[in-house]
């Protein structure tokens, strides 16, 4: 999704990814900062108002309700995300908020819209509808997905035109395995694409331990090819 000011653009659903992952941020810098705080059903010890850092940006809350609505104050524009309930399960999302969002973000979202791609994620398996107003992200699927973005941006910029197929998959040891196809001998400068997309996407998930890059000479025709579980590109001829 694109950001221009006041214009009604299509919502994504890596645009909810996104809104999901700002807003666990959020909640564990919060108890991390509140460690004492304990009632979080109606937050009768929580502060009604004060600051937290995430990464280098400035944010300020306000406790209403049964909720904590977060606004960035630093760097502009503010963004606001407001966990009007259930304040210890940062992965519920709902229209208010994702609309609320939106909104902070200069994007006239229409609720309806919204709505629809919440529904294509509970069919896709990334949500699961809690009630007819909430959905709960569902972990394994979605950091398979987000995984997934990870690695196609941070190919942009690192694709050789011998590369004919990468597939990568995750190992029970925390690894990321990277398998590249490729159609001729690569000079160590082409090589170095691969380590560099696969050092990118080790940069963006804490949990890998580390990454491995294998080549493999293949002409064969493109679904003769051997592939790890995940297929992030191919190229077809």
Known sequence: MKKRKNMTLRIESKDIINFITLQKDLVNAFFKTYP?????????????????????????????????????????????????????????????????????????ADDNEIKQVLSEMVSAGFLREISESQYEQVIEKMNNFQLMVSVQRSMLFNISPKFRMISFEINQ????????IISEGLVEEEKDL??????????????????HVSFLLDTREIDLLPRLKFLAFSLYK
């Open 36 to 108: 004492t705080v304990k009632d979080v059903t109606w937050l009768l010890d929580f502060p009604k108002r004060g600051n937290i850092k995430l990464g280098h940006d400035s944010w300020k809350f306000i406790k209403h309700g049964k909720g904590v609505m977060f606004l960035r104050e630093t760097p502009k524009p503010e963004i606001v995300i407001d966990v009007h309930t259930n304040i210890d399960n940062p992965k519920l999302v709902d229209v208010w908020r994702l609309s609320t969002y939106f909104s902070s973000e200069f994007f006239e």
């Open 173 to 180: 040891d925390n690894v990321l395995e990277v398998l590249v």
């Open 194 to 211: 691969a380590y560099s997309f696969s050092g990118e996407v080790e940069g963006d998930y804490p949990e890998i331990e580390s990454s």
